[in-house]
């Protein structure tokens, strides 16, 4: 299973940014995306993840400003960022989980003041 991930860059606060991640070598229809970001000297910390169902988990800290989609055909998933906050400046990586956790190379997010 291979990630690729796109879309990170440096925005204003307030701003909006849509990642995306294309994962391949998926054998199974059944699965969860989804991101995960960390800074340095914190642990890596759930952002929001999307069944192959569709069902969704948000962070607290992305509930009403993130959204999350995939296309399923496409094996890719989509969190489109708004409201962006200082705070979310981070190196967000992406996952799939299918009998194990697979990761992105990260990409980095910088939200300026």
């Known amino acids: 299973v291979q990630l690729q991930a796109s879309g990170g860059g440096l925005v204003q606060a307030g701003g909006s940014l849509k990642l995306s991640c294309a994962a391949s070598?998926?054998?199974?229809?059944?699965?969860?995306m989804g991101w995960y970001r960390q800074v340095p000297g914190k642990q890596r910390e759930l952002v929001a993840v999307?069944?192959?169902?569709?069902?969704?988990n948000y962070a607290d800290t992305a509930k009403g400003r993130f959204t999350i989609s995939r296309d399923n055909a496409k094996n890719t998933v989509y969190p489109q960022m708004n409201s962006l906050k200082p705070e979310d400046t981070a190196v967000y990586y992406c996952?799939?989980?299918?009998?194990?956790?697979?990761w992105g190379q990260g990409t980095l997010v910088t939200v300026s003041s």
């Open positions: 999307i069944t192959s169902g569709g069902d969704t």
């Open positions: 996952t799939v989980v299918i009998t194990q956790n697979y």
């Open positions: 070598g998926i054998r199974s229809r059944t699965n969860i």
